[in-house]
């Protein structure tokens, strides 16, 4: 059976690959905190194997995390201090492989799907071929290391340690925000185990006006957008919205049909995602990668259309997910 931790691993061993790149760059001022935060990070993906089969102390891995936190506040880590290739390359390479460029980055959602849609109930001999539950998450990991052979197989590049530069490259330009999707998805866990959507709920519920569908729409979808925006991510939102409105008043008491209520709720959430700094995968990493010279542009780019996609969520919601 392929396991999910084998890909954790995987994922560990390229974060020590970067600490080590980082360790051994002389000429960068920040080496030591930023390969002290990169191998702290692969500790910790090692070592959540064994938290999550309480094996192992999770007390060890939440220092882990405290310890990554103080990195990231004191500037870790940094970018290095050289780029592996040179501009005039990067141009020279785009125009001699042209679209060919794109086979790497098509590949990993081809194959993705096709662990996800045709390999999840896959047997050999009576066993499962993938860790119940985990077939998507592995079909990426699969699906990456075969975009990493394609990849190298047409530039052309025999060196494994090109793209682990490379790698340490795009990783310094993002820097901690690498992490930040982890970290707002466990935020919005600890926000419902520690009842914030049901505080939520009680005062939507003392405020909102009884029997009447259309606010109690409005303010699940506002507050999703305005959820995601303060987290930054619109699975960490959800599970505080829903537990507040979505179930109590969309589904039980207005009967709406739940997939299409809190389908349409993620997509109200992804509104907030275009216009949150919070969101730095999406908005803050793209601005630096670009090196565009205002880090908000893409913001301030999405905002017209975030706005007007909140308000046809909340009319498609409205119309096509309760019973007439």
Not at 93 to 115: D, E, M, T, Y
Not at 238 to 265: S, Y
Not at 290 to 295: A, I, N, P, S
Request: glycine fraction near 10%; charge should be positive.
């Amino acid at each position: 059976m392929i396991k999910i931790e084998w890909f954790y691993w995987l994922c560990a061993a390229l974060f020590l690959v970067v600490a080590v790149i980082r360790l051994l760059d002389t000429g960068d001022r920040k080496r030591f905190g930023s390969a002290a935060f990169w191998a702290i990070l692969a500790f910790t993906f090692v070592y959540g194997t064994f938290v999550v089969n309480k094996s192992g102390s999770a007390l060890v891995e939440g220092i882990a995390v405290l310890a990554l936190a103080a990195l990231a506040g004191c500037g870790f880590p940094g970018r290095g201090s050289a780029e592996s290739v040179t501009e005039e390359q990067k141009e020279a390479s785009a125009r001699r492989f042209g679209n060919k460029l794109f086979i790497p980055a098509l590949l990993i959602p081809l194959i993705a799907v096709i662990f996800g849609a045709v390999l999840k109930n896959t047997t050999i001999g009576g066993t499962r071929l993938l860790e119940e539950g985990s077939a998507t998450i592995i079909g990426l990991g699969v699906a990456s290391l075969v975009a990493l052979v394609a990849g190298m197989a047409i530039i052309k590049v025999g060196n494994p340690m090109v793209p682990m530069r490379e790698g340490d490259r795009l990783l310094g330009h993002i820097g901690w925000a690498a992490i930040l999707p982890q970290f707002l998805a466990t935020l919005g866990l600890l926000f419902n185990q520690a009842g914030v959507g049901k505080a939520v709920g009680e005062v939507t519920g003392k405020v909102l006006p009884h029997g009447l569908l259309l606010p109690s729409v409005i303010v699940y979808c506002v507050g999703m957008a305005v959820f995601t925006i303060i987290m930054g991510n619109a699975f960490a939102a959800f599970p505080v919205m829903t537990a507040a409105i979505g179930w109590p008043l969309l589904v039980q008491q207005f009967h709406g049909n739940p997939p299409a209520v809190f389908a349409v709720g993620m997509l109200a959430g992804f509104c907030g995602t275009l216009v949150t700094p919070m969101a730095a995968n999406f908005n803050l990493v793209p601005a630096a990668l670009l090196e565009l010279k205002d880090q908000y542009g893409p913001i301030k780019a999405q905002i017209p259309t975030a706005i007007p996609l909140l308000l046809c969520n909340i009319v498609i919601m409205y119309l096509f997910c309760f019973p007439r």
